[in-house]
């Protein structure tokens, strides 16, 4: 069975942190570069930080320095640590293999991020 749930996300003022979480199931986490994107209203989907097999870590430029994503293997379970976070940071936040067709593979929920300023 296809699973991915994320959680953790929601209000936190600028310069606040937040932790968030995914589990995701092993068709999708044992074999796959992990990611996590986020879309924020009005605005594509984007990828902002990725992860491999080998924990190796590539973050999109805006948020470099302030996120870290993570991975624990015997969980299935991906992590994104989010530090110094800004209001533009503000958006619902998704994990998934990097390169997931926002349109014909499978997302979960997602969990909402909203930063205050």
């Known amino acids: 069975q296809v699973q991915l749930v994320e959680s953790g996300g929601g209000l936190v003022q600028a310069g606040g942190s937040l932790r968030l979480s995914c589990v995701a199931s092993?068709?999708?986490?044992?074999?796959?570069?992990m990611g996590w994107y986020r879309q924020a209203p009005g605005k594509q989907r984007q990828l902002v930080a990725a992860?491999?097999?080998?924990?190796?870590?590539n973050y999109v430029d805006s948020v470099k320095g302030r996120f870290t994503i993570s991975r624990d293997n015997a969980k299935n379970t991906v992590y994104l640590q989010m530090n110094s976070l800004r209001p533009e940071d503000t958006a619902v936040y998704y994990c998934n293999k990097l390169g997931a067709s926002p349109t014909t593979d499978y997302w979960g929920q997602g969990t909402q991020v909203t930063v205050s300023s």
């Open positions: 992860i491999t097999n080998t924990d190796s870590a």
């Open positions: 092993g068709s999708i986490f044992s074999t796959n570069f």
